[in-house]
């Protein structure tokens, strides 16, 4: 657990913190602070939270690096999943690993009823100077209450919602990636379920794309791919950059409006993020009455700062606008 090494520096802080003449409110905050951070709850509860998000960001990191699709997204996903139920299976480990930090630093092993803000529903009022039944009664195995406390109604209730919460993301990227997965996997694929699918997303997507005609182009497209491309299937992009290099898009029209509509559909939220940090930036106090078309546009400069610095801006200002005296039209004139 690499939160272990900074949690003596830590304690150590706060203790010097404690030593100084501090007023009354500030040296409660710190014991308060103090308490929590050396407290056997604290520990278990990072280490559970340290494994359940280092898991998802390195998924999130391998779909961001790879720029990928649906496909590469369903895959990292099935196998967050299953790490997910294994260390679900796994909570013993945890739990010894959480001992051996606080035995270290000399804190008590003891679970508080309400770790990680989980509340047990009780038929009837506790008297905490009375044994706790209830805990004894939740252990079905050979673990100490605390042990079974912290399994049942901690670890599986935070675990379970983290997994169930993916798995509805999973149902659905993977019944988009189903829709969509014959404009990779064609070459392999046999014409029939290939019109198939090609009839259903015409059918999704009847004002873009022409069933029969898609229908058509499907099948010419594995012909021209062994003709022209490498022999190995294609990414959706290199595919659709191969078609318009070679210029093909005349004749294989549907498939290219097929590849533009699976390519916008993002892998990931991350360019979402970006576009609230970029905004942070550029609308402040002192832009407070920016208009919304100038902050969007603002936004997409910062967004695609890459592409704008490729701009000659000395050429775009020379473009003179200038309106007609009959009113309602707008001409560019060039000085070129």
Known sequence: MCQAAHL??????????????????????????????????????????????????????????????????????????????????????????????????????????????????????????????????????????????????????????????????????????EKFDFLWKYLTMSESDVKRKTLSLSEQYPAHLNGDEFGKEMQLLPSVHKANFVNAPLKPLDLLNLLTEYRLGDLFPNVCVSLRILLTIPATVASAERSFSKLKLIKNYLRSTMSEERLVDLARLSIESNIAITINFHAVCDLKFFTQKRPGKLFLISQY
């Open 8 to 177: 003596p520096g830590i304690k150590l802080a706060l203790e010097d913190l404690l030593k100084l003449n501090l007023m009354a409110k500030t040296g409660n905050e710190v014991h308060g602070v103090l308490l929590y951070v050396t407290s056997f709850a604290r520990v278990l509860m990072s280490a559970v939270w340290y494994k359940i998000l280092a898991g998802i960001d390195i998924c999130n990191k391998v779909i961001q690096a790879r720029d990928a699709i649906l496909d590469v997204e369903v895959a990292n996903i099935e196998t967050l999943l299953t790490d997910l139920t294994k260390l679900r299976n796994n909570w013993k480990c945890m739990w010894n690993e959480a001992k051996l930090v606080v035995s270290n630093l000399k804190i008590e092993i003891k679970l508080s009823r309400r770790c990680g803000g989980v509340r047990r529903k009780r038929a009837r009022p506790h008297d905490d100077s009375t044994p706790d039944a209830n805990l004894e009664e939740m252990n079905d195995t050979d673990d100490t209450p605390e042990e079974a406390y912290f399994r049942k109604c901690v670890l599986y209730v935070l675990v379970d919602n983290v997994i169930a919460g993916l798995t509805v993301r999973f149902n659905a990227v993977k019944q988009l990636a």
